[in-house]
């Protein structure tokens, strides 16, 4: 089994990033920070999910955004 000790990430599931950045800077901004469809246009957690869990680039930008916004 692998400790995460050092992943401030781990136990943090992928729709609890989207919620909590919704929720501090808004669909707006994050379509700004990362210009991909499922922010810019009628975003919503259950579209943004769908394409992130396929694409590997875009959940990595959105989880270092979670990073320097959040934590």
């Known amino acids: 089994m692998i400790v995460q000790q050092n992943n401030p990430?781990?136990?943090i599931k992928l729709e609890q990033i989207l919620i909590q950045l919704e929720a501090k800077i808004g669909w707006q901004e994050m379509a700004i920070r990362i210009p991909i469809n499922?922010?810019?246009?009628?975003?919503?957690?259950?579209?943004s999910l769908?394409?992130?869990?396929?694409?590997?680039?875009?959940?990595?930008?959105?989880?270092?955004?979670?990073?320097?916004v959040i934590l």
């Open 9 to 11: 990430l781990h136990g």
């Open 38 to 47: 499922c922010f810019k246009s009628d975003p919503s957690v259950k579209s």
């Open 50 to 68: 769908k394409f992130l869990r396929r694409t590997p680039w875009a959940r990595a930008k959105v989880e270092a955004l979670y990073l320097e």
